[in-house]
């Protein structure tokens, strides 16, 4: 498939079939981004929120209360939920995303779930692509919800505007939460099933924790204690992301420094992707690479150090 088969205009107008086959090409191809200048200056238009947290805290649960309080709010939304891989299909094994399906009718609201593909971080390697199509569609709230991987899920601050880490009592030690790595880069905490007993010694324990991180001028993070069952506290969160939403577009007017990152990130992996591309061309069509291998079965080379021959005879060929 090639990019000349998604159709831009359509996507751009929101039309939702052509954005279903777009996401589709993108998710196809495993590449992080689109091509097309007509993209351009609408593709970050949106609000991109990041869920991710352990599984079994609710996710899923809560992007659907979300949704309803957006669309409340008179805005439109786009879900991209990243579900396991099928190991027979290939595609996505859908988590618990039926309560979502309520929305499936209604134009102002478009929710996908994509296969992560055995990608590391939580999050599809296609994801990317998929946020910018959205947002380019005139999607103003972007949601992706990562599969649940822990530590891993870190990478979803690289993709999204605010990391929304889920979490909830009886998980065991609250410092084990600190040392997965969510703690960094989460900008509001949420402490979901707040109905069940150690709700209100977690809240204490994360606006402890979360205090030395008050720098001037930079985000301090946020601790909402909520119910994503009954609906208590989400208009908490919905004030949290607010907040987040505004100083996000504040920030951007200033170059936003976290924002600047993910474009870095962005351009970076585009990059590797394209010089990939050109490797496996030229080591296609001599015959050193397998003459590489033969040497490191042998045992007279480290793959290291065949890596660095290759990569150095590709640059004096360049």
């Not at 930079?218 to 949290?240: N, Y």
Request: hydrophobic share 40%; glycine share 10%.
């Amino acid at each position: 498939m090639t990019n000349e088969e998604i159709d831009y205009d359509a996507v751009l107008k929101g039309d939702r079939r052509s954005l279903a086959k777009a996401i589709s090409i993108v998710e196809d191809r495993g590449i992080y981004g689109t091509s097309s200048p007509k993209i351009g200056e609408m593709m970050r238009r949106a609000f991109v929120i990041g869920i991710t947290g352990p599984l079994g805290t609710g996710k899923s649960t809560l992007v659907d209360k979300l949704i309803d309080a957006y669309l409340g709010k008179g805005r439109t939304v786009g879900v991209l939920a990243i579900d396991p891989t099928s190991p027979i299909t290939g595609g996505a094994l859908l988590g618990d995303r039926l309560r979502m399906t309520r929305h499936s009718l209604n134009k102002d609201v478009f929710i996908r779930s994509m296969a992560s593909r055995g990608e590391h971080g939580g999050l599809a390697k296609s994801t990317r692509g998929a946020v910018s199509l959205l947002s380019a569609s005139g999607k103003d709230i972007v949601i992706v919800e990562t599969i649940g991987a822990g530590q891993s899920d870190v990478e979803v601050m690289n993709l999204t505007d605010v990391v929304v880490v889920v979490t909830m009592p009886g998980l065991g030690d609250e410092i084990q939460t600190s040392k997965a790595g969510l703690m960094e880069v989460g900008d509001i905490f949420v402490i979901n099933k707040s109905d069940l007993g150690g709700a209100d010694r977690m809240m204490i324990y994360f606006t402890e924790f979360l205090r030395g991180k008050n720098d001037s001028g930079r985000w301090l993070p946020r601790v909402v204690k909520l119910s994503s069952v009954t609906g208590e506290g989400i208009s908490d969160l919905l004030m949290a992301l607010n907040s987040r939403e505004e100083f996000v577009r504040e920030k951007k007017t200033r170059r936003f420094q976290r924002k600047r990152e993910n474009i870095q990130d962005e351009i970076i992996n585009l990059v590797a992707i394209e010089l990939k591309k050109i490797v496996l061309e030229k080591l296609s069509q001599s015959q050193d690479l397998g003459k590489f291998i033969d040497l490191v079965e042998q045992g007279q080379l480290d793959s290291l150090r065949a890596a660095q021959e290759i990569s150095a005879r590709l640059i004096r060929e360049s």
